[in-house]
């Protein structure tokens, strides 16, 4: 049977602060000492409130554990049911090979045109890394237990770096990758679930060098082909497009899966 008593050098306090420290023995099971640990340290010691527990294994069946106390009101976990929400809009990187606009300066026609490529020279068009609108964002669910089943893990796993085929959080389909979610059993009771999302713009009405009307969807990769040709008044070789491909590298997946709305 597992039993607790409190360390002779315990309690230790301070101006605003407390610490109690136990030793207990007679178990292997984290869960049965945190509940010795709960059921014997007092909620309220000398007018501070108890705010966290925790438990340290020592070896050979024995822990120690430690409460925490403060002026401060007892800091309430979330219920089952309840979520969390954080954001980011830091950007991401992208590189690119064709700007939106050129401006060239040379003797005469001298510049001449590259159609918009950047870096260009009779080798190909190097490019550069711009940052480009990117919005990503983590969703945090205290879910039942009866509902993350290993079927619904298996849910999250097939998603994950999947785009989403209908609107979602007011994104139009295409604009959204779900990057996967990470979970955790809160004692014997609900888990804990974050869900991390990002979101890239959707974009249409493209022009580069002479090719008009490109689209993508924000998570397709836009690259362009590109001949050696000569441009300006001298004739030097340079590149110009003469064709724009649109990949598609996710599949979609439907989010109605992840069980958090749309």
């Given amino acids: 049977m597992a039993t607790i008593a409190e360390k ?13 420290t136990y030793v207990i023995e007679g178990t292997d099971d984290e869960l049965e000492a945190k509940g010795l640990l709960i059921a014997t340290s007092p909620g309220f ?21 430690v ?18 929400f954080s954001f980011d ?11 939106k ?16 490529l950047i870096n260009a020279s009779k080798q190909g068009a190097d490019g550069i890394d711009i940052t480009i609108p990117q919005y990503s964002w983590s969703e945090t669910y205290y879910l039942a237990d009866a509902a993350v089943t290993q079927g619904y893990k298996g849910t999250l796993y097939a998603l994950t770096g999947k ?3 209908a609107a979602f959080r007011g994104f139009n389909a295409g604009e959204v990758l779900f990057l996967g979610a990470s979970g955790s059993k809160r004692g014997t009771g609900d888990w804990e679930i974050t869900f991390k999302f990002s979101a890239s713009p959707n974009l249409s009405g493209l ?10 969807k924000g998570w397709e990769y836009l690259w362009v082909r590109s001949v050696p040709t000569a441009v300006g008044s001298l004739g030097v070789l340079s590149q110009k497009p003469v064709a724009v491909y649109v990949e598609k590298v996710y599949d979609a997946g439907d989010f109605t899966g992840l069980a958090i709305g749309n």
């Fill in 89 to 99: 809009t830091s950007g991401g990187s992208q590189h690119i090979v064709a700007s």
């Fill in 8 to 20: 002779f050098d315990s309690p230790q306090v301070g101006n605003l602060s407390a610490k109690k």
């Fill in 207 to 216: 022009t580069i060098g002479t090719i008009t009307g490109v689209a993508k």
């Fill in 45 to 65: 010691y000398e007018g501070l409130t108890r705010q966290n527990f925790e438990v340290h294994y020592l070896g050979d069946a024995a822990w120690e554990g």
């Fill in 163 to 165: 785009t989403n085929l």
């Fill in 67 to 84: 409460a925490n106390y403060s002026k401060n009101p007892p800091v309430v976990p979330p219920a089952t049911g309840q979520n969390t």
């Fill in 101 to 116: 606009g050129t401006t060239a300066f040379g003797t005469g026609s001298a510049a001449g045109d590259n159609g918009n």
